[in-house]
């Protein structure tokens, strides 16, 4: 019984082959040029893919490591450096001050004592030095 039912398997499974392949040889001839322009489209295709994934694939950044030393030496304390986070994330003073449990005047003056102990006078360089000297990520 398992040998009948396994000759009648492998007898649809050459017709389906058998099918399959006459199908392509008619489709071959009648779309030739179709078909290229296929395989040549489909390569191609591949192809940026694989370039645009090695061109713009990135390492991983390794971990930001707080320079403690530039901090001590400019004499930011950790108040100060909870403001220049915030203001790292773009937060406005009103927003510093919520998230901190401050005045808005309080702010301010972390804020200027920041410039000056950064040597700035607006925030978008206070960020940027600070990125450069590596106090904030």
């Known amino acids: 019984m398992k040998r009948t039912i396994f000759l009648y398997a492998l ?5 389906a082959v058998l ?3 006459l199908e392509y040889k008619y489709v071959a001839r009648v779309f030739t040029a179709e078909v290229y322009v296929l395989l040549v489209a ?10 645009g994934h090695k061109l713009t694939t990135k390492p991983a950044p390794a971990s ?7 901090l001590r030496s400019m ?4 108040r100060e450096y909870e403001v220049l ?10 927003e510093i001050a919520r998230a901190l ?3 808005p005047n309080t702010v301010k003056t972390h804020l200027s004592s920041l410039y000056e102990k950064l040597g700035v006078q607006r925030r978008t360089q206070a960020i940027q030095i600070a990125k450069e000297q590596a106090l904030i990520p």
């Open 11 to 15: 007898a649809l499974a050459v017709a």
């Open 19 to 21: 099918l399959a392949w």
């Open 42 to 51: 489909a390569a191609f295709t591949a192809l940026g893919v694989w370039a």
């Open 64 to 70: 930001f490591q707080k320079n403690h030393a530039a």
């Open 75 to 78: 004499g930011v304390t950790a």
């Open 85 to 94: 986070e915030h203001l790292a994330k773009g937060q406005t003073n009103k």
């Open 101 to 103: 449990n401050l005045s």
